[in-house]
């Protein structure tokens, strides 16, 4: 296990559940997974190592202990947020590492539990897949703090679920759980708490399985980025890479002789 961030307390750690499977554990328990300022950071730099490993096939993201998180660390905005200059010192890194998780080239299955709240719904929302528990509680408090909730924080939870459902998280600051989430199209299915580990982590190792290029294309397709231009043309490249693969022409051959075939992501 490797730990980023400045204390062991307040921390992010990077673990491998199995082969080319790797966990993000946001972890502050005591605090319900706030994400200190050291976690940002520390987030930013474990998700940037993760982009060179090449045996990387997908990443579940999750709090430590009984939570998700329960968003940034309110107790240090006195001091990292007290005037626009350090807010916007304070929101870069915040940035980059909500950017790093978005740029993983490999899946990423987000594993809800306890309360998601303000900048961890927002971590939750760039995962390309979320299992919640069927307990789990959603909430944007945004409102009761007196700051705006980030405009692209917005636009990916509407993305990713409901313009209507998102603003009346924002507007009325209410939580909703884990049904009225998959109701709104944040998440496939909620499950009853007991069942979720397990659940993440046969469905991170059917993706495992997989080959690597298919996932790639596929998340570049699934992007509200492939709507644009650039975007769309990326999405079509990467599945014209996997018809000239060497992963894909090795498929074909074992298919002829029934044989199974482990992809290389060449």
Same mark, same amino acid.
């Not at 927002?122 to 299992?131: F, I, K, P, T, V």
């Given at each position: 296990?490797?730990?980023?961030?400045?204390?062991?307390?307040?921390?992010?750690?990077?673990?491998?559940?199995?082969?080319?499977?790797?966990?993000?554990?946001?972890?502050?328990?005591?605090?319900?997974?706030?994400?200190?300022?050291?976690?940002?950071?520390?987030?930013?730099?474990?998700?940037?190592?993760?982009?060179?490993?090449?045996?990387?096939?997908?990443?579940?993201?999750?709090?430590?202990?009984?939570?998700?998180?329960?968003?940034?660390?309110?107790?240090?905005?006195?001091?990292?947020?007290?005037?626009? #200059?350090?807010? =916007? &010192?304070?929101?870069?890194?915040?940035?980059? *590492?909500? +950017? @790093?998780?978005? /740029?993983?080239?490999? %899946?990423?299955?987000?594993?809800?539990?306890?309360?998601?709240?303000?900048?961890?719904?927002?971590?939750?929302?760039?995962?390309?897949?979320?299992?919640?528990?069927?307990?789990?509680?959603?909430?944007?408090?945004?409102?009761?703090?007196?700051?705006?909730?980030?405009?692209?924080?917005?636009?990916?939870?509407?993305?990713?679920?409901?313009?209507?459902?998102?603003?009346?998280?924002?507007?009325?600051?209410?939580?909703?759980?884990?049904?009225?989430?998959?109701?709104?199209?944040?998440?496939?299915? #909620?499950?009853? =708490? &007991?069942?979720?580990?397990?659940?993440?982590? *046969?469905? +991170? @190792?059917?993706? /495992?399985?997989?080959? %690597?290029?298919?996932?790639?294309?596929?998340?570049?397709?699934?992007?509200?980025?492939?709507?644009?231009?650039?975007?769309?043309?990326?999405?079509?490249?990467?599945?014209?890479?996997?018809?000239?693969?060497?992963?894909?022409?090795?498929?074909?051959?074992?298919?002829?002789?029934?044989?199974?075939?482990?992809?290389?992501?060449?």
């Amino acid at each position: 296990m490797k730990l980023f961030g400045d204390t062991p307390e307040a921390s992010v750690r990077l673990s491998q559940d199995a082969p080319g499977v790797l966990r993000v554990t946001l972890h502050q328990p005591a605090l319900r997974n706030a994400i200190a300022a050291g976690m940002w950071r520390g987030l930013g730099q474990a998700l940037e190592a993760l982009r060179s490993r090449h045996d990387l096939r997908v990443v579940i993201l999750c709090g430590a202990g009984r939570d998700f998180s329960s968003g940034a660390d309110l107790s240090e905005f006195l001091t990292l947020r007290r005037d626009p #200059a350090a807010t =916007e &010192a304070y929101n870069f890194h915040v940035r980059a *590492a909500v +950017a @790093a998780l978005a /740029a993983l080239p490999v %899946p990423v299955v987000a594993e809800i539990r306890g309360v998601c709240m303000g900048a961890g719904l927002a971590l939750a929302a760039q995962a390309d897949l979320r299992c919640l528990a069927e307990d789990a509680r959603l909430a944007i408090p945004a409102a009761r703090i007196g700051v705006a909730y980030d405009p692209d924080w917005v636009t990916r939870l509407v993305a990713a679920s409901r313009a209507e459902w998102v603003g009346e998280m924002i507007y009325a600051g209410r939580a909703y759980g884990g049904a009225e989430a998959v109701a709104q199209g944040f998440a496939a299915r #909620a499950l009853p =708490e &007991a069942s979720l580990a397990g659940h993440v982590q *046969a469905l +991170a @190792a059917d993706i /495992a399985r997989g080959a %690597p290029l298919t996932m790639r294309a596929t998340k570049l397709a699934l992007a509200p980025a492939a709507r644009t231009p650039e975007g769309a043309a990326r999405a079509r490249a990467a599945a014209r890479a996997c018809d000239d693969s060497d992963d894909y022409r090795r498929a074909i051959d074992a298919l002829g002789r029934k044989e199974k075939v482990e992809f290389k992501g060449q």
